[in-house]
């Protein structure tokens, strides 16, 4: 039998190599059983089992406090050094590699000031302070503002905000103010969290809000009279009869009697304050008790502005002498427009989307101050407050025809802001002249700058394409304001290093050293040539004329006094500039009351007649 040798060639198989596993062990039985069982001598015993195994000896290494296994110990030691050459390794490459580093850049000036800028709403709180108010020079003032008048609707009127450089607590103004603030914070929670302000301008709006909740009957459904302002500063005629303008005191020295002045026809105050309570209900929803407060008042306010129609500054009020409003259908579409946000109840859009009140209102005609944002005015920034609304929810019919009107108007009014335009004016160093020339021109400037930075924001946001009308340019009316400028100074109190020194501000200008100055006994403060002893943080004051000149006088408020209704516009323009780009809008806050939205399908055409 052949078969294959691996190893090449034929291999042969004998038949008795071929016996099986069973024949050999059948043959194992025939073998000498005696033999097997002989002890075998040494040699034999090498050939069966191979050389006898030596027992190996274990060897150790003394480290003088133990004895360990040489084995052990080198196995020990050659795993660190392994280790050791790993973590080195590892180091190597993780240097080597390149990757974003999160380090910590410094603020930019946006942010710096905003901190700054924020800080004048503390310096002029009136009523009973907190403790970490941060104002040093500051104290509880006018804690007797409206008490002791019997049968009134209010218990008393302490707290709110000083207007500017007196004592005047002028609620048109201020209500504004709490509005835009508000704004901000809606649109810019984010910034305002990552300049760690949050907290503070949220203080600071509820200081307001609740003030104002004082000025009119808010646990009532319907009123018939609110305040409309606390203090008074007429001195025409030469009246020499103490009040906050004709005296120069520190607020916590005021001894002089403060008139208090109602309204019951005052339809831009009511519908301007009830802005502010809506506005403020959004920015504290996460509080739903406070919230709902503030929209009853809110509601309560507007419905009481509908029904008893008329100007607060009417009537030979004092307040047609410093806030003279010119009209009160922009608060109507203005205040409409915040309780549709602040409540999702479709009528307060349907009034704020009408027509003919936005007719009247201006929207549809011109003229030299269109498109100027203010105190007064609230329309332009109405018009993109309503734009928003298409941007994001598009409702549609029936409302689309009138917000593509606002939309489009929008767009024109920021064109119009551009040096390339000519609606308005600006000064050889480049400041725009929104109010033509006129005095006190920075607030106007502030407003219309967070208005194109928070348009600019919501396009981007809705990923809609930019202005047809030119780049970006918004932030250099605020550089301006912050220092580039002819001059080279920043018109921020406390910001830079070169500021207004003499601050049209009577607690600013004032020692606070014990001695209390009476109404006149202060003049010597208000009419020397030192700086004022106390620095007023954060304080804009009204801003150069339109040759970029300025006066340091403080004496002179056209140049150096400051007010909350600025203030307000520039925090909300400075939060909108500031911080990280990529750091957009909030999209969804503002419509957190707005119920999905179903359009109406438009009627049909009219039958076809031949």
């Not at 000025?215 to 203090?231: E, K, P, R, Y």
Request: glycine share 8%; with cysteine.
């Amino acid at each position: 039998m052949y078969g294959r040798d691996p190893w090449g060639g034929s291999l042969e198989i004998n038949a008795a190599d071929s016996a099986t596993d069973d024949d050999r062990s059948r043959n194992l039985n025939d073998l000498d059983r005696a033999a097997l069982s002989r002890p075998l001598d040494e040699t034999q015993q090498s050939w069966l089992l191979g050389p006898a195994e030596q027992k190996k000896k274990k060897k150790y290494v003394d480290l003088g406090c133990i004895i360990v296994s040489r084995k052990i110990f080198v196995w020990t030691v050659g795993s660190i050094v392994a280790a050791a050459l790993l973590v080195g390794l590892i180091t190597v490459i993780v240097e080597a590699v390149p990757r974003h580093r999160h380090n910590h850049t410094p603020a930019d000036n946006y942010t710096l000031a905003l901190h700054k800028a924020l800080m004048f709403f503390n310096a002029q709180k009136s009523g009973k302070l907190p403790k970490h108010n941060n104002v040093s020079w500051r104290g509880s003032s006018c804690l007797s503002d409206g008490k002791g008048k019997q049968g009134s609707f209010y218990k008393d009127l302490v707290g709110g905000y000083y207007d500017a450089g007196d004592a005047i607590k002028f609620h048109f103004p201020a209500s504004f103010a709490m509005t835009m603030l508000s704004w901000s914070v809606i649109e810019y929670s984010a910034k305002y969290e990552a300049a760690g302000e949050l907290n503070h301008v949220k203080e600071i709006i509820k200081w307001g809000a609740d003030y104002f909740l004082k000025t009119f009957n808010s646990s009532s459904d319907t009123i018939n009279t609110m305040i409309a302002q606390v203090g008074t500063g007429d001195t025409s005629g030469g009246s020499t009869t103490p009040n906050d303008h004709y005296c120069w005191m520190r607020p916590e020295d005021i001894d002089y009697e403060r008139l208090v002045t109602e309204c019951s026809h005052c339809s831009d105050l009511a519908a301007e304050m009830a802005a502010a309570l809506a506005s403020a209900s959004i920015v504290f929803k996460d509080n739903k008790a406070y919230s709902q407060k503030l929209v009853h008042g809110a509601r309560t306010l507007f419905q009481f502005a509908r029904d008893q129609r008329g100007r607060y500054s009417e009537r030979g009020s004092e307040a047609a002498i410093f806030y003279n409003s010119t009209s009160y259908w922009d608060e109507f579409v203005w205040g409409g427009a915040w309780l549709y946000y602040a409540t999702g109840n479709n009528s307060y859009l349907q009034l704020a989307t009408n027509p003919g009140i936005a007719k009247h209102a201006g929207a549809f005609w011109g003229g030299p101050d269109y498109g100027v944002l203010s105190w007064d005015n609230k329309l332009a920034g109405t018009q993109l407050l309503l734009s928003r609304l298409r941007l994001f929810l598009s409702p549609g019919y029936p409302y689309e025809e009138i917000l593509r009107t606002f939309h489009n108007q929008t767009s024109i009014i920021m064109c119009s802001y551009l040096p390339i335009f000519t609606k308005f004016n600006r000064t050889r160093g480049g400041l725009i002249e929104l109010n033509h020339g006129r005095p006190q021109p920075l607030q106007y400037v502030v407003n219309a700058a967070f208005l194109a930075t928070l348009y600019s924001d919501y396009l981007e946001a809705a990923d809609t394409p930019g202005w047809y009308c030119g780049p970006n340019f918004y932030s250099t009316d605020i550089d301006y304001i912050l220092g580039k400028n002819p001059r080279k100074m920043s018109y921020v109190v406390g910001f830079g290093n070169h500021y207004p020194k003499h601050v049209h501000h009577r607690g600013a200008s004032i020692p606070k050293n014990k001695i209390r100055y009476n109404c006149k006994g202060g003049w010597k403060w208000r009419d020397t040539t030192k700086p004022n002893p106390n620095t007023l943080v954060g304080a804009m004051v009204a801003g150069p004329d339109r040759h970029d000149g300025f006066r340091d006088v403080r004496t002179n408020y056209n140049y150096t006094e400051p007010t909350i209704a600025g203030n307000a516009g520039l925090v909300a323009a400075l939060v909108a500039l500031s911080g990280d780009k990529t750091t957009g809008i909030d999209k969804n806050t503002i419509f957190s009351a707005v119920p999905p939205m179903f359009p109406t399908p438009p009627p049909p055409p009219a039958p076809w007649r031949p």
